[in-house]
T-cell receptor
Framework: DTGVSQDPRHKITKRGQNVTFRCDPI?????LYWYRQTLGQGPEFLTY????????KSRLLSDRFSAERPKGSFSTLEIQRTEQGDSAMYLC??????????????FGQGTRLTVV | SQQGEEDPQALSIQEGENATMNCSYK?????LQWYRQNSGRGLVHLIL?????REKHSGRLRVTLDTSKKSSSLLITASRAADTASYFC????????????FGGGTRVLVKP
């Protein structure tokens, strides 16, 4: 297990299109987090899962965003009807317990989305 | 919303000098963490300091925490060109293990 994998690394899409990102966490980690980071800013929390249950969603996660973790392993983040304001880096992290535990919170390399 | 504010927003130093950056936050916390991010890459965890700790060291890193002032500092000693990155503080303020709230970051440039 080489860490948290995100796919794709880069995505360019036209406004109005739907996009889906995938995150494969470290296999034994039961928690999975999605963050969004715009240029020059720190990451902002979007949502997190414990196993397959989505336990918290940020107000940033509008109804155009949906995240799933169907079998408690990989997760997908879908954005429908993309807008230029959705352009950002989408980061996934996993941890064995809460990410606030620190050392066991591992971030992926992110998916950079550009909406044109 | 971002819990932390970092100061300075950008820092340029020569190799071998020390780099100090500060983080202020708003609510009570369980712990505070520092992360590094190279341009366009993911976040790398550097160090965690708990709310009942005042100072912590890890290699060339030294972190302090003052809960009365709701502030923390990260010192990188004897900086290297490879330390060029953005540095973020992140706080855990909620129920144990829920999520981290990040600051806006300090962009550090170490010139060789």
């Amino acid at each position: 297990d080489t860490g948290v994998s995100q796919d794709p690394r880069h995505k360019i899409t036209k406004r109005g299109q739907n996009v889906t990102f995938r995150c494969d966490p470290i296999s034994e980690h039961n928690r999975l987090y999605w963050y969004r980071q715009t240029l020059g800013q720190g990451p902002e929390f979007l949502t997190y899962f414990q196993n397959e249950a989505q336990l918290e969603k940020s107000r940033l996660l509008s109804d155009r965003f949906s995240a799933e973790r169907p079998k408690g392993s990989f997760s997908t983040l879908e954005i429908q009807r993309t807008e230029q304001g959705d352009s950002a880096m989408y980061l996934c992290a996993s941890s064995l317990e809460g990410i606030a535990g620190g050392r066991n919170g591992i971030f992926g390399q992110g998916t950079r989305l550009t909406v044109v | 919303s971002q819990q932390g504010e970092e100061d300075p927003q950008a820092l340029s130093i020569q190799e071998g000098e020390n780099a100090t950056m500060n983080c202020s936050y708003k609510t009570s916390i369980n712990n505070l963490q520092w992360y590094r991010q190279n341009s366009g890459r993911g976040l790398v965890h550097l160090i965690l300091i708990r709310s009942n700790e005042r100072e912590k060291h890890s290699g060339r890193l030294r972190v302090t925490l003052d809960t009365s002032k709701k502030s923390s500092s990260l010192l990188i000693t004897a900086s290297r060109a490879a330390d060029t990155a953005s540095y973020f503080c992140a706080t855990d303020a909620g129920a144990a293990g829920n999520k981290l709230t990040f600051g806006g970051g300090t962009r550090v440039l170490v010139k060789p």
